[in-house]
């Protein structure tokens, strides 16, 4: 899916936001919600027992805008729920 295009643009971001670097950073399963454009929700393993959850925009085609990262949640687990936030 499209998802794992981007995927990567969004890691930066994520790094910039927390003052750090990811050695690991691999998407484990996602969900979408259409909006003007979509969300996407994205279970993330960034070491080997933490994950972190994103919410990822992107914009219609036409809107010519890369992803954007509206949110995350750090601290979690594989078992952590992915919800919507």
Do not use: C, M
């Amino acid at each position: 899916p499209t998802i794992f295009l981007f995927f990567s643009q969004v890691k930066p971001q994520l790094e910039s936001r927390e003052n750090r670097t990811y050695g690991i950073f691999k998407a484990i399963i996602y969900k979408t919600q259409v909006v003007a454009g979509i969300n996407y929700f994205i279970k993330v393993q960034v070491s080997d027992d933490i994950y972190v959850h994103l919410r990822v925009f992107q914009a219609l085609p036409q809107a010519n805008e890369g992803p954007r990262l509206d949110g995350y949640q750090t601290g979690k687990t594989r078992d952590d729920p992915l919800t919507y936030f």
